[in-house]
């Protein structure tokens, strides 16, 4: 990698960050970037479905099963527009379920950079399998 597409990743990333605020989710933010040719085509933060009360958990502070992840709202706004993924980066906060990774593969974006690792590695392992570019970077958010 390049220190020019390493600075702009780390930029991105930031952006991502700064866009997870957006979520109304009270236990975790996450925010998404689709980039294609340095230009940001998608974004997304997790969140209810449009027309639903932004609350993320129930009473015992538990995520709601219909909440949407960043990823996915950013790779579904896409299919409402006239912009497509083949070849993008994603820049995510947080490090992929499964279920996000094969929305990911599917969408036909091919680098992946995030920020968080989680627990469950299970979507970045069916991400590298896909043949897709992962990379964890630490970003200090006071950049």
Not at 8 to 18: C, G, H, S, T, V
Not at 49 to 69: A, I, Q, R
Request: contains cysteine; hydrophobic residues 35%; positive net charge.
């Amino acid at each position: 990698m390049t220190e020019k597409q390493r600075k702009l990743d780390e930029r991105y990333l930031r952006m991502a960050r700064i866009w997870a605020e957006n979520s109304y989710c009270q236990r975790r933010q996450v925010g998404a970037l689709v980039v294609k040719d340095k230009m940001i085509i998608s974004d997304g933060y997790n969140g209810t479905p449009s027309g639903f009360e932004n609350v993320c958990e129930d009473d015992n502070n538990v995520t709601k099963p219909y909440v949407l992840h960043a990823e996915a709202n950013a790779i579904t706004k896409l299919a409402r527009s006239n912009n497509n993924s083949d070849g993008a980066t994603i820049y995510i906060t947080a490090s992929p379920c499964i279920e996000c990774a094969k929305l990911i593969i599917q969408s036909g974006i091919k680098r992946v950079v995030y920020g968080e690792k989680y627990r469950l590695t299970d979507g970045i392992d069916l991400l590298k399998r896909a043949g897709i570019e992962v990379i964890y970077m630490e970003v200090n958010s006071d950049k």
